[in-house]
């Protein structure tokens, strides 16, 4: 079986991104990547972090705004933080 391409996912509960590196989108066009520094219990919104480019910044869902994720191999005993089913499809699910 060849190996799947990590590809960004579309995140919906973003109360769970903090400190998590992510895109985020309008309309299918990148607007921004950066770090998650908060974000609302509701995941009705969230804030990244200034960086040497852009200011701190909120993006609301009632606005139109999506979260991608692209999973990431962490250090230590845990590989990766979304679940396999995420990262290698259905498929994974099966076997």
């Not at 903090?18 to 919104?45: K, W, Y």
């Not at 139109?64 to 499809?89: A, D, K, N």
């Amino acid at each position: 079986m060849p190996p799947n391409r990590v590809t960004p996912r579309k995140h919906v509960e973003w109360n769970l991104l903090i400190n998590t590196l992510v895109e985020i989108r309008l309309h299918g066009q990148t607007l921004r990547t950066g770090l998650v520094e908060d974000v609302m219990p509701d995941s009705s919104a969230l804030w990244l972090a200034a960086d040497s480019e852009n200011p701190r910044q909120i993006f609301e869902v009632c606005q139109g705004h999506q979260v991608w994720v692209t999973p990431q191999q962490l250090c230590g005993e845990l590989s990766y933080r979304m679940t396999t089913r995420q990262i290698f499809g259905a498929a994974a699910a099966k076997r």
